[in-house]
């Protein structure tokens, strides 16, 4: 899929764009280089409706002098000059930033797994026969059940970045990905749910996520009728359902820079409780086959493992480079330094501040769903949301909407329900009565990087609001 | 390796990327191939971002990407190859032509080969050239212009942080086609945000706004960005003081923001007749049938200039138009392109958006409109109300098409007790049926308009824009 010396090109690439910026003089720069390839399918109507491929990539540069820093992307070498000379413009004009300065080369930890040699090798007979496996699958798992939409892919990416500060690191990510939306029409009643699954690694033939989706579509069916005023209550969120909503709020509220600013709701609770006392939230930058981990972060210093709230406690926070020295400039702290939480997204941003592959755990273990079912005794299970990319970052508060949730009464799962309101605050409900599940599913998010979060049994704080 | 060539003449719109003779050969190999449809499309996109913090330059990002797609027909099924590697594309034929007759291979004999509607062939160039070329204006233009937002929302001691941007895209598409299409079309968006976040002790609100459109310069100073500030501020220490939301159905009035929202989610989305196709819209089988009360009419119409979801040609070369979702109720078109046009058996009517040149087309909305109604002002919807709400402003929504059911969330919103606006409210989101809740909208107010640019998710994201007048649900699912 990748071309042989596709890491070799994008690193002489870069190293030409880095001579420009010494041939003009500037004190420091840093290039970063991406170039990826890929295949992928889509499914729609139960069947296979499309096959696609192909690559892009391009280069970005950034420029410091004095603290100031201007930024430029381009899609080859032919356009550096040019390129570079808008980021030197662009820097004369940017405030100073006393203390800025890019990192030098540090040593690191190698991250494993963040290339499978099977996924290089994939090509599109591959994904038609998965897509074939996966059709079948639905069919066999229930006669009624229809992949109405989604699709597989596959692809690989070589990255380099290299700076006048003498780092020089290039490597392959791989990632193989699929999601399917099943649906069961029948009785004049259509239920569905959709599910996916991604991994540095080949995917199995039929990933796990195929049966999840076509037992959501069957459990949701038959609504019973319920009480249609609002109640508090227990609410058990399973891991893909809560994940969404988490990865909007959490990820957003450890950022120092946020912290500093007073726009966390964290903000002024450093080193106090914010979390249940027995909920310890890591960010793992060194996680292997992580999504978000690698042996650098996006400006080239070295990712670690970082506990950002311990046993409750507010104990860390995510930094890049700019941002603490910035805050540090600005007088809104004493001393901040990078905590190799620079992310990336593709060559077109430079470097900003976000996580890497987030663990929620709790110090008394999981339990099992049947457990916390049994436990929350009379309450809801939620399986997906609706909107919750509307939750409010900033307060913690979310109003969403599921068609996934199922009645609990004496710890007994009695039916679905149509269509529901979910609100509350999500800081809050942390911070008070929780119970974790023992399975952690990896799952995609709104944040960088990947949220590894089990299922989450929240006692006190939300509100269910029945259609 | 990525390459890309430059256009003749960057400085002219009318320049080309594509050599004519080189892509026409590479067409008609697909052809001799087996492809009984080639198209290659590339779009180059120049632009820029600006972003400040508290006032103060963050970044500044100008760039250029140029991307190309190659899609072919064979057999009934799509073979697709997209790439920033212009020089490369026609070694890529042969292999995606296989792609494509590798997917047909796959289909059974009870699916339909894909096939496409015809349409009117041009050879022809549309640029909507704005009044002031975006790429014209220097960068401390664009700082003094974002310090008029970030000065007149910081002013007040709650205020802890102001962010504003900056965002200017020009837009140059080539399209050529084995069916002798060969159009060029070229267009400007440009955009202006801002973001308050205030803070009372623990309590901690944000608030959000946006002013943007197709155009150039001209747009952002049309805008009186002192007052946008000004009213992201006033609005954000009023969440400071605002209440939670009570939950529960009960009648809703929606600003011209979240009644763009509304319309956009509940029934934009499952008019795309891809959906409709696939067995995944709740309109499926509908059209010609009453799905809301006789006061809704609802248009589509990238051809609605200043709008942030408008364009002059389809990513199939399709001449746009306005279209009628619903007029009085009644559901009188889906959108769609030339696939779903023939899977229909109707015209095309130039829904075809991609989000760029490394993207395939889908069928996407533009500009989203309810049609105004007959209510002068909010009073005359409000009078009737003894308890409801009144939401205004849109952080987003989302839609699940098949089931019918949607989201959406309003920045803030204030009670409505007997006929009059009381207790503000924040973090008030608002669900329901698509089929249900169109069959409530009992008034809408005569001044319909776009409201703020959006941006659209479908796997591809694309600038749309939104709009419409106050609107009344007479009962709707807040939480």
């Given at each position: 899929?990748?071309?042989?010396?596709?890491?070799?090109?994008?690193?002489?690439?870069?190293?030409?764009?880095?001579?420009?910026?010494?041939?003009?003089?500037?004190?420091?720069?840093?290039?970063?280089?991406?170039?990826?390839?890929?295949?992928?399918?889509?499914?729609?109507?139960?069947?296979?409706?499309?096959?696609?491929?192909?690559?892009?990539?391009?280069?970005?540069?950034?420029?410091?002098?004095?603290?100031?820093?201007?930024?430029?992307?381009?899609?080859?070498?032919?356009?550096?000059?040019?390129?570079?000379?808008?980021?030197?413009?662009?820097?004369?004009?940017?405030?100073?930033?006393?203390?800025?300065?890019?990192?030098?080369?540090?040593?690191?930890?190698?991250?494993?797994?963040?290339?499978?040699?099977?996924?290089?090798?994939?090509?599109?007979?591959?994904?038609?026969?998965?897509?074939?496996?996966?059709?079948?699958?639905?069919?066999?798992?229930?006669?009624?059940?229809?992949?109405?939409?989604?699709?597989?892919?596959?692809?690989?990416?070589?990255?380099?970045?290299?700076?006048?500060?003498?780092?020089?690191?290039?490597?392959?990510?791989?990632?193989?990905?699929?999601?399917?939306?099943?649906?069961?029409?029948?009785?004049?009643?259509?239920?569905?749910?959709?599910?996916?699954?991604?991994?540095?690694?080949?995917?199995?033939?039929?990933?796990?996520?195929?049966?999840?989706?076509?037992?959501?579509?069957?459990?949701?069916?038959?609504?019973?009728?319920?009480?249609?005023?609002?109640?508090?209550?227990?609410?058990?969120?399973?891991?893909?359902?809560?994940?969404?909503?988490?990865?909007?709020?959490?990820?957003?509220?450890?950022?120092?820079?946020?912290?500093?600013?007073?726009?966390?709701?964290?903000?002024?609770?450093?080193?106090?409780?914010?979390?249940?006392?027995?909920?310890?939230?890591?960010?793992?930058?060194?996680?292997?086959?992580?999504?978000?981990?690698?042996?650098?972060?996006?400006?080239?210093?070295?990712?670690?493992?970082?506990?950002?709230?311990?046993?409750?406690?507010?104990?860390?926070?995510?930094?890049?480079?700019?941002?603490?020295?910035?805050?540090?400039?600005?007088?809104?702290?004493?001393?901040?330094?990078?905590?190799?939480?620079?992310?990336?997204?593709?060559?077109?941003?430079?470097?900003?501040?976000?996580?890497?592959?987030?663990?929620?755990?709790?110090?008394?273990?999981?339990?099992?769903?049947?457990?916390?079912?049994?436990?929350?005794?009379?309450?809801?299970?939620?399986?997906?949301?609706?909107?919750?990319?509307?939750?409010?970052?900033?307060?913690?508060?979310?109003?969403?909407?599921?068609?996934?949730?199922?009645?609990?009464?004496?710890?007994?799962?009695?039916?679905?329900?149509?269509?529901?309101?979910?609100?509350?605050?999500?800081?809050?409900?942390?911070?008070?009565?929780?119970?974790?599940?023992?399975?952690?599913?990896?799952?995609?998010?709104?944040?960088?990087?990947?949220?590894?979060?089990?299922?989450?049994?929240?006692?006190?704080?939300?509100?269910?609001?029945?259609? | 390796?990525?390459?890309?060539?430059?256009?003749?003449?960057?400085?002219?719109?009318?320049?080309?990327?594509?050599?004519?003779?080189?892509?026409?050969?590479?067409?008609?190999?697909?052809?001799?191939?087996?492809?009984?449809?080639?198209?290659?499309?590339?779009?180059?996109?120049?632009?820029?971002?600006?972003?400040?913090?508290?006032?103060?330059?963050?970044?500044?990002?100008?760039?250029?990407?140029?991307?190309?797609?190659?899609?072919?027909?064979?057999?009934?099924?799509?073979?697709?190859?997209?790439?920033?590697?212009?020089?490369?594309?026609?070694?890529?034929?042969?292999?995606?032509?296989?792609?494509?007759?590798?997917?047909?291979?796959?289909?059974?004999?009870?699916?339909?080969?894909?096939?496409?509607?015809?349409?009117?062939?041009?050879?022809?160039?549309?640029?909507?050239?704005?009044?002031?070329?975006?790429?014209?204006?220097?960068?401390?233009?664009?700082?003094?212009?974002?310090?008029?937002?970030?000065?007149?929302?910081?002013?007040?001691?709650?205020?802890?942080?102001?962010?504003?941007?900056?965002?200017?895209?020009?837009?140059?598409?080539?399209?050529?086609?084995?069916?002798?299409?060969?159009?060029?079309?070229?267009?400007?968006?440009?955009?202006?945000?801002?973001?308050?976040?205030?803070?009372?002790?623990?309590?901690?609100?944000?608030?959000?706004?946006?002013?943007?459109?197709?155009?150039?310069?001209?747009?952002?100073?049309?805008?009186?960005?002192?007052?946008?500030?000004?009213?992201?501020?006033?609005?954000?220490?009023?969440?400071?003081?605002?209440?939670?939301?009570?939950?529960?159905?009960?009648?809703?009035?929606?600003?011209?923001?979240?009644?763009?929202?509304?319309?956009?989610?509940?029934?934009?989305?499952?008019?795309?007749?891809?959906?409709?196709?696939?067995?995944?819209?709740?309109?499926?089988?509908?059209?010609?049938?009453?799905?809301?009360?006789?006061?809704?009419?609802?248009?589509?119409?990238?051809?609605?200039?200043?709008?942030?979801?408008?364009?002059?040609?389809?990513?199939?070369?399709?001449?746009?138009?306005?279209?009628?979702?619903?007029?009085?109720?009644?559901?009188?078109?889906?959108?769609?392109?030339?696939?779903?046009?023939?899977?229909?058996?109707?015209?095309?009517?130039?829904?075809?958006?991609?989000?760029?040149?490394?993207?395939?087309?889908?069928?996407?909305?533009?500009?989203?409109?309810?049609?105004?109604?007959?209510?002068?002002?909010?009073?005359?919807?409000?009078?009737?109300?003894?308890?409801?709400?009144?939401?205004?402003?849109?952080?987003?929504?989302?839609?699940?098409?098949?089931?019918?059911?949607?989201?959406?969330?309003?920045?803030?919103?204030w009670l409505i007790e007997n006929g009059e606006l009381t207790t503000p409210l924040k973090d008030v989101s608002v669900s329901g049926l698509t089929l249900e809740i169109l069959q409530n909208v009992n008034g809408l107010t005569r001044d319909a308009k776009l409201a703020a640019p959006g941006f659209c998710g479908k796997g591809q994201t694309v600038p749309v824009g939104d709009g419409g007048p106050i609107m009344r649900i007479s009962e709707a699912l807040v939480g």
């Open positions: 899929m990748l071309p042989d010396d596709a890491v070799e090109r994008i690193v002489e690439g870069a190293q030409s764009i880095g001579k420009i910026c010494q041939s003009k003089g500037i004190g420091e720069w840093e290039v970063v280089a991406f170039q990826s390839y890929g295949h992928e399918l889509d499914i729609e109507a139960g069947k296979i409706t499309l096959a696609a491929g192909g690559g892009d990539g391009g280069y970005g540069v950034r420029v410091l002098d004095g603290g100031r820093f201007g930024y430029a992307h381009l899609v080859d070498v032919s356009g550096a000059e040019h390129a570079v000379s808008q980021a030197i413009s662009i820097a004369k004009v940017s405030p100073s930033v006393e203390g800025f300065s890019l990192p030098q080369n540090q040593k690191s930890t190698d991250v494993l797994g963040r290339c499978d040699s099977k996924i290089l090798d994939v090509g599109p007979e591959y994904l038609l026969e998965q897509a074939d496996s996966i059709l079948s699958e639905v069919a066999s798992l229930d006669s009624r059940a229809v992949v109405t939409g989604g699709g597989v892919g596959v692809s690989a990416t070589a990255g380099a970045i290299v700076t006048s500060q003498g780092i020089l690191s290039s490597g392959i990510t791989t990632s193989h990905g699929a999601g399917v939306q099943v649906s069961i029409d029948e009785d004049d009643e259509l239920t569905s749910a959709w599910e996916s699954s991604s991994s540095r690694k080949l995917l199995k033939s039929i990933p796990d996520c195929i049966e999840t989706s076509v037992h959501w579509a069957q459990c949701t069916r038959g609504p019973i009728e319920v009480d249609s005023q609002a109640v508090d209550c227990p609410v058990l969120m399973t891991s893909e359902g809560f994940s969404p909503l988490f990865s909007v709020c959490i990820p957003a509220a450890a950022k120092g820079e946020k912290l500093a600013r007073k726009e966390s709701f964290w903000s002024g609770n450093e080193g106090l409780m914010v979390l249940a006392n027995d909920l310890t939230l890591i960010d793992d930058g060194l996680m292997e086959g992580g999504m978000g981990s690698s042996s650098l972060d996006g400006e080239g210093v070295p990712r670690q493992t970082q506990t950002l709230v311990e046993n409750g406690r507010l104990v860390g926070s995510m930094w890049s480079t700019r941002d603490s020295a910035q805050m540090m400039a600005e007088g809104r702290i004493e001393y901040a330094q990078s905590t190799g939480s620079a992310s990336r997204g593709s060559h077109q941003s430079p470097p900003y501040t976000g996580c890497s592959d987030m663990i929620l755990k709790s110090s008394k273990g999981g339990k099992s769903r049947d457990d916390l079912i049994s436990h929350m005794e009379n309450g809801y299970i939620v399986h997906s949301v609706m909107g919750a990319h509307t939750a409010n970052p900033t307060s913690g508060d979310f109003s969403v909407t599921t068609s996934t949730i199922l009645k609990v009464v004496d710890g007994q799962i009695v039916g679905p329900i149509k269509q529901a309101g979910l609100s509350g605050n999500i800081a809050k409900a942390l911070s008070n009565n929780i119970i974790l599940g023992d399975r952690p599913i990896i799952q995609d998010s709104y944040s960088t990087g990947g949220m590894h979060i089990p299922d989450v049994l929240v006692m006190d704080g939300f509100r269910i609001n029945p259609a | 390796m990525v390459i890309s060539s430059s256009p003749s003449n960057s400085e002219i719109t009318t320049g080309r990327y594509l050599d004519q003779r080189k892509i026409g050969n590479a067409l008609q190999q697909a052809v001799d191939f087996g492809a009984s449809y080639a198209e290659v499309r590339l779009v180059a996109e120049t632009g820029s971002s600006v972003n400040l913090r508290d006032g103060i330059l963050e970044n500044a990002i100008p760039g250029q990407e140029v991307g190309v797609t190659l899609r072919i027909l064979a057999d009934g099924a799509w073979g697709v190859h997209s790439t920033t590697d212009i020089a490369s594309l026609p070694e890529q034929i042969e292999s995606t032509v296989r792609l494509a007759k590798a997917v047909a291979k796959r289909r059974s004999s009870s699916d339909k080969p894909v096939q496409l509607a015809e349409i009117p062939i041009f050879q022809d160039e549309i640029h909507w050239r704005p009044k002031k070329d975006i790429r014209n204006t220097d960068l401390s233009t664009k700082i003094d212009m974002l310090k008029n937002i970030a000065d007149s929302a910081s002013d007040h001691e709650k205020v802890v942080s102001t962010t504003c941007g900056w965002s200017d895209e020009h837009i140059h598409t080539e399209l050529l086609t084995s069916e002798g299409m060969d159009r060029v079309w070229s267009f400007q968006r440009s955009l202006v945000r801002g973001m308050v976040t205030a803070r009372d002790d623990s309590e901690v609100v944000s608030y959000r706004t946006r002013y943007g459109g197709e155009g150039g310069l001209e747009l952002i100073e049309s805008c009186d960005l002192g007052q946008l500030g000004n009213d992201a501020m006033v609005a954000a220490l009023r969440l400071l003081k605002a209440k939670r939301a009570p939950s529960g159905k009960m009648p809703l009035i929606a600003d011209r923001d979240l009644t763009g929202v509304y319309i956009h989610e509940a029934l934009g989305h499952p008019c795309e007749a891809d959906l409709v196709a696939a067995g995944d819209s709740c309109l499926d089988g509908k059209l010609g049938q009453k799905i809301g009360s006789d006061i809704v009419t609802v248009v589509d119409d990238p051809t609605m200039r200043g709008g942030y979801g408008a364009y002059p040609i389809d990513d199939e070369g399709v001449n746009t138009r306005a279209k009628r979702l619903i007029t009085n109720g009644v559901l009188t078109e889906y959108l769609n392109h030339r696939e779903t046009a023939a899977h229909f058996g109707i015209q095309p009517n130039g829904g075809a958006r991609a989000q760029d040149g490394l993207h395939h087309p889908l069928v996407r909305m533009s500009n989203t409109m309810i049609m105004g109604g007959n209510h002068d002002t909010i009073d005359d919807l409000m009078e009737d109300i003894d308890y409801g709400i009144y939401a205004c402003g849109s952080r987003g929504g989302q839609v699940d098409t098949g089931k019918g059911s949607f989201q959406f969330a309003a920045q803030e919103a």
